[in-house]
């Protein structure tokens, strides 16, 4: 089983966000995920420039790292996503990735995976992160299993710690066990089946302007 972890810390695994995130990790690597970690503090991700060739051809031609990491979400069974809380929102870091992820958006292409949500915050207010995030999450297709968020009680330290690591453990572990056993979360169908109809008849309005997508909906 392949985990893909996209941190949007630009600390990255060095901060509190990363701390947290090691723990949901160590859950999932003990259920028997092979994981595998991107930092993109490490890889930055460039902003979209609305060119739409990503809706034309499929491939963003913007130089660096994304399609590589594109290719890992396609190719994994679940993935995570992980962000601090910056001004009640993600990062800029991990908005960037996510915009240059439209293309991915509008053939809800992730459908069939499962993700886990990891913020952490200065002072509170992790549910309005985690809930932007889970809507993405269902717009692309994919299910959410769960979400730990917590406020920081110092450099990569916590209030109630070790029961927060016992839950971010778990959550690891549910990730994983979702993936075998092919759990259904009927409570998210409602936005993410009526996003995707909602994309497929935006993709079949565009017709010809987007022919990349006209083609890969006719092939689903």
Same mark, same amino acid.
């Given at each position: 089983?392949?985990?893909?972890?996209?941190?949007?810390?630009? !600390?990255?695994?060095?901060?509190?966000?990363?701390?947290?995130?090691? +723990?949901?990790?160590?859950?999932? &690597? @003990?259920?028997?995920? =092979?994981?595998?970690?991107?930092?993109?503090?490490?890889?930055?991700?460039? /902003? #979209?420039?609305? $060119? =739409?060739? #990503?809706?034309?051809?499929?491939? #963003?031609? &913007?130089? =660096?790292?994304?399609?590589?990491?594109?290719?890992?979400?396609?190719?994994? *069974?679940?993935?995570?996503?992980?962000?601090?809380?910056?001004?009640?929102?993600?990062?800029?870091?991990?908005?960037?990735?996510? *915009?240059? #992820?439209?293309?991915?958006?509008?053939?809800?292409?992730?459908?069939?995976?499962?993700?886990?949500? &990891?913020?952490?915050?200065?002072?509170?207010?992790? +549910?309005?992160?985690?809930?932007?995030? @889970?809507?993405?999450?269902?717009?692309?297709?994919? @299910?959410?299993?769960?979400?730990?968020?917590?406020?920081?009680?110092?450099? !990569?330290?916590?209030? *109630? %710690?070790?029961?927060?690591? %016992?839950?971010? !453990?778990?959550?690891?572990?549910?990730?994983?066990?979702?993936?075998?056993?092919?759990?259904?979360?009927? +409570? %998210? *169908?409602?936005?993410?089946?009526?996003?995707?109809?909602?994309?497929?008849?935006?993709?079949?309005?565009?017709?010809? $302007?987007? /022919?990349?997508?006209?083609?890969?909906?006719? @092939?689903?």
């Amino acid at each position: 089983m392949k985990i893909v972890a996209i941190n949007g810390s630009p !600390r990255g695994m060095n901060g509190t966000t990363g701390r947290l995130l090691e +723990e949901v990790l160590a859950g999932a &690597v @003990q259920a028997g995920a =092979d994981i595998e970690i991107v930092s993109l503090s490490e890889t930055p991700i460039k /902003p #979209c420039v609305a $060119c =739409d060739a #990503c809706h034309k051809v499929g491939i #963003c031609p &913007v130089k =660096d790292e994304y399609e590589t990491i594109k290719d890992k979400l396609l190719a994994a *069974d679940a993935f995570i996503l992980a962000t601090p809380n910056y001004l009640l929102s993600i990062t800029a870091q991990l908005k960037a990735f996510l *915009d240059r #992820c439209n293309g991915l958006i509008h053939l809800t292409a992730l459908e069939g995976k499962y993700s886990a949500l &990891v913020e952490t915050s200065g002072g509170g207010g992790d +549910e309005e992160p985690l809930e932007y995030l @889970q809507r993405i999450v269902n717009a692309m297709g994919a @299910q959410n299993v769960g979400s730990i968020g917590s406020p920081g009680a110092g450099p !990569r330290m916590f209030p *109630d %710690q070790e029961a927060l690591f %016992q839950k971010a !453990r778990a959550l690891g572990k549910d990730l994983c066990d979702s993936v075998r056993e092919k759990r259904s979360f009927p +409570e %998210q *169908d409602p936005f993410r089946l009526g996003f995707k109809e909602r994309m497929s008849h935006l993709i079949g309005f565009m017709g010809e $302007c987007w /022919p990349y997508e006209k083609e890969y909906l006719a @092939q689903r």
